[in-house]
């Protein structure tokens, strides 16, 4: 192990904060390292692998898609990438789809075919709204989206046009509205600014605002969608429709694959190239997103993962009753879930790992928890049992 850690600080670039593991294997919602020390996994990858690790179907989709091509350039149609996209919009409000590599480049096609819708409106429809510890990638327009400082100021200057307000702040929305904005760019959860949900009460001013003055409502769903919220869109739980969603994280079953799924009126604001991607919809991660699509909507599967995270979130509030001075709030839906844990959030990542359990933290204080879509009670119950096992270590000192 400590040789692969060495090289990997020698030839990788230092952008991430590498946890001390040499992982060599994944099945289900585990993994092993090179050890063959075993470890139940709480985030998946961020989100990635809702199916889990190994999954049969899914090795199979890419063997089969391997053995014609895996790649022949957008000047052709490909099967796998016309049956994700049928998948996609029979199954959400979405007319067509625009295929690309990542979450962050979704945005940016979102961006752009906003800014052209607006102009086509008026020439100065080009502001976007879009919202304080919001995030939205690291590409410069996904960063300029993105409402934290720390990502964006040794960048700048941003993009210009894009305007942050206060996530839920009605009166922040509407003083913040004029007939130049051609857009609103949110989350529907923030996942990077601590999980935190949006309001119907402020979904439903969008609605109105948006009627009124035509900007466009693009939410980003790329942590969020795909079953994540126990919904197959968390737009789908808040009953109403978006112009544009995003799409990626899981949507390729693990590998690179993200999405723009837009609405009828928005067909013909792209013209033949105005926008495209060499790798954007690659034929390989479209079969391995048509199992996972085709899974997602097997009867009961939602029903199922809103019934893991109802018996979830009952059992950390009775952990919060136990140790309030610890869990200071429980905050997301479905099988993303934010434990606000203040100063103790490092502290219980590096017992959890010591223990055979990963964990992620977002915003340095929160427990980020996105497990595998097909996590079992079992297993759930032995997250919850490290986790008490944990808290009662810190309760006594």
Known sequence: MENILLEDKLYILNTYRRMNLNLVKGEGSF?????????????????????????????????????????????????????????????????????????????????????????????????????????????????????????????????PGIKHINFNDCKDLKDSISEKVCAVFLELIQGEGGIKEVSKEFI??????????????????????????????????????????????????????????IAKELENVFKPGDHGSTFGGNPVACAAGVVVLRKLLERDFLKEVKGKSDYLLQELIKLRAKFPQIIIDIRGKGLIIGLEVGDYADRIKQRALEKGVLLNITSGTVLRLLPPLTITYEELDLFLKVFSSILEEISEG
């Open 204 to 261: 439903e001013e969008l609605v109105i605002l948006s009627k009124k003055y035509r900007f466009l409502i693009i939410v980003d769903e790329i942590q969020t969608g795909l079953g994540r919220t126990g919904d197959l869109f968390a737009y789908q739980g808040l009953g109403f429709t978006p112009h544009i969603i995003t799409l990626a994280k899981a949507l390729g079953g693990g590998l690179p694959l993200g999405a723009m799924v």
């Open 31 to 159: 993994l092993w390292d090179d050890r063959g020390r075993k470890y139940l996994d709480m985030f998946s990858g961020i989100a990635v692998n809702n199916l889990g690790y190994g999954n049969k179907e899914i090795k199979e989709a890419i063997i089969e898609q391997l053995d014609k091509y895996n790649h022949i350039s957008n000047f052709f149609v490909s099967e796998s990438v016309v049956n994700l996209a049928k998948l996609l919009v029979e199954n959400s409000f979405g007319s067509k789809v625009f295929f690309c590599n990542s979450g962050t480049e979704a945005n940016e096609a979102a961006l752009k075919l906003a800014r052209k819708y607006g102009r086509s409106i008026r020439e100065d429809k080009s502001e976007v709204l879009t919202f304080y510890n919001s995030f939205h990638g690291r590409t410069y327009g996904g960063l300029s989206l993105t409402g934290q400082e720390k990502y964006k100021e040794p960048y700048k200057p941003s993009v």
